[in-house]
């Protein structure tokens, strides 16, 4: 009898999924919404496979088969799996590297998937390109209706803040705050009709919408320079993108978005597709 019950516990237990992110606080309700969106998206499909979310933060210990999801982690995730040794152990699905260096080999640190070419050629294995996972938040949450009265808005890195409003004060008016709840982006992010963002995360999040946007140049103190947005347009098929637009008091911002390439919807579509069934993959097999 007492057997019988257990095996049926056991079936019906909850499975559970980890997931790291680069948060300190990973109880936190909301923060840099690119970094949160890992916990974001798999809680978002975690819920129609009665699975578990585990949040796990840059400062804590990592358990055995874990996952990445978003951000430029991997350095991140071979320092933890150097670190902890075996009992850890990470599988990346979607992160990028945060600058061009080489990642050694470690058994414990799997690729299932990669942001762009420019970090799986870094990798010591093949592994899969496809693009940020980014890209779904556009099937998790629905842009609310707005007319687009607005012209430009802007997304700005923390790092860039400063040094943007002093040489743009009024744009204080027109910012995307990225750093809000999820409801309340979108919110704003739905008022305008082109963006121009100095994150990485803010110009994915507009291509997920088919919402116009560039990238910008404010300072030299985001890690990594250009690699991340290059690795990741290249990833959705601008093999001509270089460098992030340099800007000053000058710079017309509409005009620079609207001769900015931008991806067709069909090409995002077709890379959310693949994202989301990796990702179910992943769900059916625990």
Same mark, same amino acid.
């Given at each position: 009898?007492?057997?019988?019950?257990?095996?049926?516990? &056991? *079936?019906?237990?909850?499975?559970? @999924?980890?997931?790291?992110?680069?948060?300190?606080?990973?109880t936190?309700?909301?923060g840099?919404?690119?970094?949160?969106?890992?916990?974001?998206l798999?809680?978002?499909?975690?819920?129609?496979?009665?699975?578990?979310?585990?949040?796990? #933060?840059?400062?804590?210990?990592?358990?055995?088969?874990?996952?990445?999801?978003?951000?430029?982690?991997i +350095?991140?995730? +071979? /320092?933890?799996?150097?670190?902890?040794? !075996? #009992?850890?152990? %990470?599988?990346?699905?979607?992160?990028?590297?945060?600058? &061009?260096?080489? %990642? $050694?080999y470690?058994?414990?640190?799997?690729?299932?998937?990669v942001?762009?070419?420019k970090?799986?050629?870094?990798l010591?294995?093949?592994?899969?390109v496809?693009s940020? $996972?980014?890209?779904?938040?556009?099937? %998790?949450? /629905?842009?609310p209706?707005?007319?687009?009265?607005?012209?430009?808005?802007?997304i700005?890195h923390s790092?860039?803040?400063?040094?943007?409003?002093?040489?743009? $004060?009024s744009a204080?008016?027109? @910012?995307?705050?990225?750093?809000?709840? $999820?409801? &309340?982006f979108?919110?704003?992010?739905?008022?305008?009709?082109?963006?121009?963002?100095?994150? @990485? +995360? #803010?110009?994915?999040?507009?291509?997920?919408?088919?919402?116009?946007?560039?990238?910008?140049k404010?300072?030299? *103190?985001?890690?990594g320079?250009?690699? /991340?947005?290059?690795?990741?347009?290249?990833?959705?098929?601008n093999?001509?993108?270089?460098?992030?637009h340099?800007?000053? &008091?000058?710079?017309?911002?509409? !005009?620079?978005?609207?001769?900015?390439?931008?991806?067709?919807?069909?090409?995002i579509? /077709?890379i959310?597709?693949?994202?989301?069934?990796?990702?179910?993959?992943?769900?059916?097999?625990l």
């Open positions: 009898m007492h057997t019988e019950f257990y095996f049926y516990i &056991e *079936k019906f237990k909850m499975k559970q @999924l980890n997931i790291l992110a680069s948060i300190k606080d990973p936190a309700k909301h840099n919404l690119g970094d949160m969106f890992g916990y974001l798999l809680e978002h499909y975690c819920a129609q496979y009665s699975v578990n979310i585990n949040r796990i #933060g840059v400062h804590e210990k990592i358990p055995e088969d874990t996952y990445a999801f978003v951000g430029s982690i +350095h991140l995730c +071979h /320092k933890k799996v150097k670190e902890q040794g !075996d #009992g850890c152990s %990470i599988n990346v699905l979607g992160c990028g590297l945060i600058k &061009e260096d080489k %990642i $050694p470690n058994k414990n640190l799997r690729f299932l998937g942001r762009g070419p970090t799986s050629n870094l010591p294995e093949d592994a899969d496809i940020d $996972p980014g890209l779904l938040i556009s099937k %998790i949450f /629905k842009l209706y707005n007319t687009q009265t607005e012209e430009v808005g802007f700005i790092v860039d803040r400063k040094a943007f409003f002093e040489m743009f $004060p204080k008016n027109n @910012l995307i705050d990225n750093y809000k709840a $999820p409801h &309340e979108l919110e704003q992010l739905s008022r305008y009709k082109y963006v121009v963002s100095s994150s @990485l +995360h #803010g110009v994915i999040f507009c291509h997920a919408y088919g919402i116009p946007v560039c990238s910008i404010v300072t030299e *103190k985001i890690t320079g250009d690699f /991340k947005y290059t690795d990741y347009y290249q990833s959705i098929g093999t001509q993108f270089a460098t992030r340099t800007i000053d &008091e000058s710079t017309n911002f509409r !005009d620079l978005v609207a001769k900015e390439w931008q991806p067709e919807k069909a090409n579509e /077709k959310q597709n693949k994202q989301k069934s990796l990702i179910i993959n992943v769900l059916k097999s």
